[in-house]
């Protein structure tokens, strides 16, 4: 079963108005689907990551319900049927 | 005609023949090269004004040194007939290239990418042209492609050729289209008029023939293929097409030209993208829709007309852009743009019959560079962030400062001042931009510190005497100065104090706030520092103080006034503690004699409880007679003086804070009727340091 990104609103117009947005490739690890996703839809890359590769300070990315900066970043393990949300951090200004 | 000399070619054999005339291979007795000569058909009928067209555009075209644009070298008329000499391309065209199932990805990407590059630089000289098709590109034997024709469809009507090939136009009516029905653009075929965005489309079409074999809109009469033209989504294109190749072609071919990319360059590349993403072979998008959130729906726009007067504000919760005319007393306002993004640097660039305007955003999801050539209805959202750092800098994007457009000779130059501290160019317009290495590998680099606001390279200033000349400005690192545009760069700080360093003197590391330059005078630079005014009449190799007469010797912003080079304005805030108007009276400073003294101009400003900061690109000077000066305030208000700073209105207020001010002519008419040329005034020789320091005994706060 595919791995499902859910995408911001922000990010829409670079993912063709969809919400969701399924892998059908089996990645094994958060850098893996997100290549995936990056293939599909390229706007997203620069969105999400930086230059350097690293996620954008203020943008979390959860699998599941767990925050990946706490489970290893871009190596957090994926497994199939996972759901994994991008939004942006909440700060102030 | 075989044997006959047109000009100083003579005609070797026939080639071909199309709509428009017939093509011969010719030989160029002058300059001893083959050529090709297009012979603009008798039957074309062209008549006198469609002739004189035909002519001034072929005469632009020629003007399209590009690698991909075969070259005209030469217009001419000869018995009554028109002819256009050219560079003699030789290969197969993509016509003739696409097989029944399509070209590799591979080679679509590789050719799309050329393709998009040849209109990029065609429709940044102004030129369309009109009729993009797979049998006007050429595939030269060592893989080059060159797009045929450029420019010259407009101006030809007539007769059908290449049996799908069928034009509307009369011979009566120039104006009207011509072209090729598949490759036409939706608008064409509702009557309007054809523009870069149309030939957009017809590269999505070609795009969509390359990688399939087969036209996105088919039909078996004309009729049939306009109508699918007008209302058919193209069948979609699975493996082996990648899907982003895929999402590249359903974006040009959105049916609204404002729902398709904005500019050539943003395809190529998104097509550079895929290239170089590797060809991954995945699921497709169904969704038929292109991407469509580069046009602001909720947004009132501005209704720019020719001649209009334009303020562009950058704030950091977005963007707007006030129109008026030349009185500039009453104004419309446009906007939000960029809901929530930080809008750093915003410019207008006329250069090459251009009116784009460029706007800096940065929000959580990064910083991007955007651009609008319909005055904000519509922008540029590249899909790759166009200002990167290469991956051995270590450091990642975090704001662009300063969008400078560059010297007026070379249109396609523009420079980029960006946090953290680095400078970065673009000679295509804006396609691709580059990190100039020379100043980021400086060895003073490591050294540099952050400011208040970051560590921001965020003036960027062009020496219009010397080409390779030009000057920057770092918080907090001081001014550089090249000499051999951009190769070396050297500190040039001698005279400037730094008040955050144990060393008052030292050779880099000043936290300098602003500098300006007037192009008259192009050796004497004006400085605004944390805490300092200085002057420089050596191109930055000394510096002097000129906080004559000032109430602080602190500020932001600085601007020269157009056309007396002795002028200059700034803003004094009270202190680096307290950063606003002193005593909470909202005053410009002028001089009018290159600093040896300063007076305030406050008719209009509010005099009491403003405790207002002016921020340094938030104050701007425009072009026209008398001259106005703008600016904005961190607390949202926007002010205007009309007669060069004696009186001021309030423009408006409730804005986020404004951290940059811009102006803009439409059209240079009212720039026309200035004196183009500065006032001859006396140059005051430095102030001498006892006047200096008597004159700013008193009045300077301590630090």
């Given at each position: 079963m595919p791995v499902t990104f859910h995408i911001p609103g922000a990010l829409r117009e670079f993912t063709v108005g969809r919400s969701r947005v399924e892998i059908e490739q089996a990645p094994k690890t958060l850098a893996e689907a997100l290549s995936a996703l990056f293939a599909?839809?390229?706007?997203?890359?620069d969105r999400v990551v930086t230059e350097q590769g690293n996620v954008r300070e203020h943008i979390n990315i959860f699998i599941g319900e767990e925050n990946v900066r706490y489970t290893g970043g871009l190596a957090s393990s994926v497994s199939a049927e996972c759901?994994?949300?991008?939004?942006?951090?909440?700060s102030g200004g | 005609m075989i044997g006959q000399v047109l000009g100083h070619c003579r005609v070797v054999a026939k080639i071909g023949e199309g709509g428009m005339g017939v093509v011969y291979r010719a030989y160029d007795e002058l300059l001893h090269r083959d050529v090709a000569v297009k012979v603009v058909k008798k039957d074309a009928r062209l008549d006198m004004s469609a002739s004189q067209r035909l002519l001034h555009e072929a005469r632009a075209s020629s003007s399209l040194a590009h690698p991909n644009i075969c070259t005209i070298y030469e217009v001419g008329e000869t018995d009554g007939e028109l002819y256009i000499v050219m560079e003699l391309v030789e290969g197969k065209s993509l016509a003739a290239m696409c097989s029944a199932v399509g070209l590799a990805p591979e080679s679509v990407l590789r050719y799309g990418v050329q393709i998009a590059s040849a209109l990029a630089r065609a429709h940044d000289r102004g030129i369309v042209h009109?009729?993009?098709?797979?049998?006007?590109?050429?595939?030269?034997?060592?893989?080059?492609?060159?797009?045929?024709?450029?420019?010259?469809?407009k101006q030809v009507g007539g007769s059908t050729f290449e049996g799908t090939t069928r034009s509307f136009a009369s011979v009566e009516d120039a104006s009207s289209v011509s072209g090729t029905l598949p490759y036409m653009a939706p608008e064409i075929l509702r009557g309007d008029a054809a523009d870069y965005r149309s030939d957009l489309w017809a590269l999505g079409v070609v795009l969509y023939e390359a990688a399939s074999g087969r036209l996105p809109f088919e039909g078996r009469t004309g009729f049939e293929i306009s109508s699918a033209i007008m209302r058919e989504i193209p069948k979609p294109l699975g493996p082996p097409v990648p899907p982003g190749l895929w999402a590249i072609i359903q974006r040009c071919l959105a049916k609204e030209p404002i729902q398709r990319y904005q500019r050539a360059g943003e395809v190529q590349a998104a097509l550079e993208a895929v290239q170089s993403g590797g060809i991954v072979s995945a699921t497709p998008s169904a969704d038929p829709g292109a991407p469509t959130t580069t046009i602001l729906h909720s947004v009132r726009h501005a209704h720019v007309r020719k001649g209009d007067f334009?303020?562009?504000?950058?704030?950091?919760?977005?963007?707007?852009?006030?129109?008026?005319?030349a009185q500039r007393s009453r104004w419309e306002v446009g906007g939000?743009?960029?809901?929530?993004?930080?809008?750093?640097?915003?410019?207008?660039?006329?250069?090459?019959?251009?009116?784009?305007?460029w706007a800096s955003t940065a929000s959580y999801w990064g910083t991007m560079l955007r651009s609008s050539d319909d005055f904000g209805k519509s922008w540029t959202n590249p899909q790759q962030a166009p200002i990167r750092f290469p991956s051995d800098a270590g450091v990642s994007l975090k704001n662009i400062w300063q969008i400078t457009p560059g010297r007026p000779e070379e249109p396609d130059v523009l420079y980029c001042g960006v946090e953290p501290a680095?400078?970065?160019?673009?000679?295509?317009?804006?396609?691709?931009?580059?990190?100039?290495?020379?100043?980021f590998d400086h060895p003073h680099r490591p050294r540099w510190m952050p400011g208040n606001g970051g560590l921001a390279l965020h003036t960027v200033l062009l020496d219009p005497s010397d080409k390779q000349r030009m000057y920057v400005a770092i918080s907090a690192g001081g001014v550089y100065r090249t000499n051999d545009g951009g190769i070396t760069w050297t500190a040039q700080n001698q005279g400037i104090r730094a008040t955050t360093m144990p060393e008052k003197y030292p050779e880099f590391g000043q936290c300098v706030h602003k500098i300006a330059m007037h192009p008259a005078h192009p050796e004497r630079l004006f400085l605004q520092s944390h805490w300092g005014l200085y002057r420089s009449d050596d191109c930055a190799e000394s510096w002097f103080d000129i906080a004559n007469g000032v109430p602080s010797d602190f500020g932001f912003a600085m601007v020269t006034h157009p056309r007396n080079p002795e002028c200059v304005y700034i803003v004094p805030v009270e202190s680096d503690v307290f950063r606003c108007a002193v005593d909470g009276r909202l005053r410009v400073y002028r001089t009018r004699n290159a600093g040896a003294s300063w007076e305030p101009l406050?008719?209009?400003?509010?005099?009491?409880?403003?405790?207002?900061?002016?921020?340094?690109?938030?104050m701007t000077a425009d072009a026209l007679d008398p001259v106005g000066i703008f600016f904005g305030t961190r607390s949202g208000q926007l002010f205007g003086s009309r007669d060069e700073?004696?009186?001021?209105?309030?423009?408006?207020?409730?804005?986020?804070?404004?951290?940059?001010?811009?102006?803009?002519?439409?059209?240079?008419?009212?720039?026309?009727?200035a004196p183009s040329r500065p006032r001859a005034v006396p140059s005051p020789s430095p102030p001498s340091h006892q006047s200096k320091s008597r004159s700013k005994s008193k009045r300077r706060p301590k630090r």
């Amino acid at each position: 079963m595919p791995v499902t990104f859910h995408i911001p609103g922000a990010l829409r117009e670079f993912t063709v108005g969809r919400s969701r947005v399924e892998i059908e490739q089996a990645p094994k690890t958060l850098a893996e689907a997100l290549s995936a996703l990056f293939a599909l839809y390229p706007g997203v890359r620069d969105r999400v990551v930086t230059e350097q590769g690293n996620v954008r300070e203020h943008i979390n990315i959860f699998i599941g319900e767990e925050n990946v900066r706490y489970t290893g970043g871009l190596a957090s393990s994926v497994s199939a049927e996972c759901e994994i949300s991008i939004v942006p951090a909440v700060s102030g200004g | 005609m075989i044997g006959q000399v047109l000009g100083h070619c003579r005609v070797v054999a026939k080639i071909g023949e199309g709509g428009m005339g017939v093509v011969y291979r010719a030989y160029d007795e002058l300059l001893h090269r083959d050529v090709a000569v297009k012979v603009v058909k008798k039957d074309a009928r062209l008549d006198m004004s469609a002739s004189q067209r035909l002519l001034h555009e072929a005469r632009a075209s020629s003007s399209l040194a590009h690698p991909n644009i075969c070259t005209i070298y030469e217009v001419g008329e000869t018995d009554g007939e028109l002819y256009i000499v050219m560079e003699l391309v030789e290969g197969k065209s993509l016509a003739a290239m696409c097989s029944a199932v399509g070209l590799a990805p591979e080679s679509v990407l590789r050719y799309g990418v050329q393709i998009a590059s040849a209109l990029a630089r065609a429709h940044d000289r102004g030129i369309v042209h009109r009729d993009l098709k797979t049998a006007n590109i050429v595939l030269t034997a060592d893989g080059l492609v060159k797009v045929l024709d450029f420019g010259l469809a407009k101006q030809v009507g007539g007769s059908t050729f290449e049996g799908t090939t069928r034009s509307f136009a009369s011979v009566e009516d120039a104006s009207s289209v011509s072209g090729t029905l598949p490759y036409m653009a939706p608008e064409i075929l509702r009557g309007d008029a054809a523009d870069y965005r149309s030939d957009l489309w017809a590269l999505g079409v070609v795009l969509y023939e390359a990688a399939s074999g087969r036209l996105p809109f088919e039909g078996r009469t004309g009729f049939e293929i306009s109508s699918a033209i007008m209302r058919e989504i193209p069948k979609p294109l699975g493996p082996p097409v990648p899907p982003g190749l895929w999402a590249i072609i359903q974006r040009c071919l959105a049916k609204e030209p404002i729902q398709r990319y904005q500019r050539a360059g943003e395809v190529q590349a998104a097509l550079e993208a895929v290239q170089s993403g590797g060809i991954v072979s995945a699921t497709p998008s169904a969704d038929p829709g292109a991407p469509t959130t580069t046009i602001l729906h909720s947004v009132r726009h501005a209704h720019v007309r020719k001649g209009d007067f334009l303020l562009l504000l950058g704030t950091t919760k977005g963007a707007f852009i006030l129109r008026s005319n030349a009185q500039r007393s009453r104004w419309e306002v446009g906007g939000p743009y960029f809901h929530g993004h930080n809008v750093y640097a915003m410019a207008y660039d006329a250069r090459g019959g251009k009116h784009r305007i460029w706007a800096s955003t940065a929000s959580y999801w990064g910083t991007m560079l955007r651009s609008s050539d319909d005055f904000g209805k519509s922008w540029t959202n590249p899909q790759q962030a166009p200002i990167r750092f290469p991956s051995d800098a270590g450091v990642s994007l975090k704001n662009i400062w300063q969008i400078t457009p560059g010297r007026p000779e070379e249109p396609d130059v523009l420079y980029c001042g960006v946090e953290p501290a680095a400078l970065f160019e673009t000679r295509d317009g804006g396609g691709t931009w580059s990190l100039v290495r020379g100043l980021f590998d400086h060895p003073h680099r490591p050294r540099w510190m952050p400011g208040n606001g970051g560590l921001a390279l965020h003036t960027v200033l062009l020496d219009p005497s010397d080409k390779q000349r030009m000057y920057v400005a770092i918080s907090a690192g001081g001014v550089y100065r090249t000499n051999d545009g951009g190769i070396t760069w050297t500190a040039q700080n001698q005279g400037i104090r730094a008040t955050t360093m144990p060393e008052k003197y030292p050779e880099f590391g000043q936290c300098v706030h602003k500098i300006a330059m007037h192009p008259a005078h192009p050796e004497r630079l004006f400085l605004q520092s944390h805490w300092g005014l200085y002057r420089s009449d050596d191109c930055a190799e000394s510096w002097f103080d000129i906080a004559n007469g000032v109430p602080s010797d602190f500020g932001f912003a600085m601007v020269t006034h157009p056309r007396n080079p002795e002028c200059v304005y700034i803003v004094p805030v009270e202190s680096d503690v307290f950063r606003c108007a002193v005593d909470g009276r909202l005053r410009v400073y002028r001089t009018r004699n290159a600093g040896a003294s300063w007076e305030p101009l406050m008719r209009g400003l509010p005099q009491k409880r403003a405790y207002e900061t002016v921020l340094r690109d938030a104050m701007t000077a425009d072009a026209l007679d008398p001259v106005g000066i703008f600016f904005g305030t961190r607390s949202g208000q926007l002010f205007g003086s009309r007669d060069e700073g004696r009186t001021w209105q309030k423009i408006l207020d409730g804005l986020p804070s404004v951290v940059c001010v811009r102006s803009a002519l439409f059209e240079d008419t009212f720039a026309a009727s200035a004196p183009s040329r500065p006032r001859a005034v006396p140059s005051p020789s430095p102030p001498s340091h006892q006047s200096k320091s008597r004159s700013k005994s008193k009045r300077r706060p301590k630090r």
